[in-house]
Nanobody
């Protein structure tokens, strides 16, 4: 069983930056996509950013130009650099690895942006 371990969340003032990391507990092959989702209180989980097949990057409109997703394939790790944070970015952030036959989720890390 693969576990995804997230780190990097916390409390930051509006305009600040955070970098989230998500590492797999072991090597994973045939990864189709690595991504970040978030869920704010009372809202559905939404896609923030995703890298498909290690090439194509897609971002939610609300974060495009402020957030950057990247990977270290040798370490089976995905990162999310978040700049110019806004209070509306406050949520629990989850990483996800989509493999050919499975989908793995991290435990979630809280990001709180104060105004």
């Amino acid at each position: 069983q693969v576990q995804l371990v997230e780190s990097g969340g916390g409390l930051v003032q509006a305009g600040g930056s955070l970098r989230l990391s998500c590492a797999a507990s072991r090597s994973i092959f045939s990864i189709l996509a690595m991504g970040w989702y978030r869920q704010a209180p009372g809202k559905q989980r939404e896609l923030v950013a995703v890298i498909s097949r290690g090439i194509t990057r897609n971002y939610a409109d609300s974060v495009r130009g402020r957030f950057t997703i990247s990977t270290d394939n040798a370490k089976n790790t995905v990162y999310l650099q978040m700049n110019s944070l806004k209070p509306e970015d406050t949520a629990v952030y989850y990483c996800n690895f989509l493999v050919s036959s499975d989908s793995y989720w991290g435990q979630g890390t809280q990001v709180t942006v104060s105004s």
